[in-house]
């Protein structure tokens, strides 16, 4: 993480926001910036993905893409039970959408 960090601090011009794929991953983010003193959100705003409880912890407090995790599962269960089951696919593609929201905190 430290090179990525280190790559987009280095484009000219340099974002000024970055979006993960996972909270995870941008508390990595959120600590390679402070280390390089990088001020968040005031110089980058950084955003993550799940909603994990960490989330609300860190400093700053993480902004993040909520998502149903029980929804999530129960989705995958059910395609999985499908295709195990030898149903063939809805129009041609197992699809399912869950709805997300944004959880503006401190690090946005």
């Known amino acids: 993480m430290e090179e990525a960090v280190q790559e987009l601090l280095a484009l000219h011009p340099r974002p000024d926001a970055v979006q993960?794929?996972?909270d995870v991953i941008a508390m990595d983010v959120l600590a390679a910036l402070h280390k390089r003193g990088v001020r968040v959100p005031a110089e980058m705003a950084v955003v993550g993905f799940d909603d994990r409880a960490f989330a609300a912890l860190s400093w700053p407090k993480?902004?993040?893409v909520a998502q149903p995790n029980a929804d999530v599962g129960t989705a995958g269960a059910e395609i999985l039970l499908?295709?195990?089951a030898g149903q063939p696919a809805p129009n041609g593609r197992w699809l399912r959408s869950c709805p997300t929201r944004l959880v503006v905190r401190e690090s946005a």
């Open 20 to 22: 993960t794929h996972s």
């Open 62 to 64: 993480l902004t993040t």
């Open 82 to 84: 499908a295709r195990i």
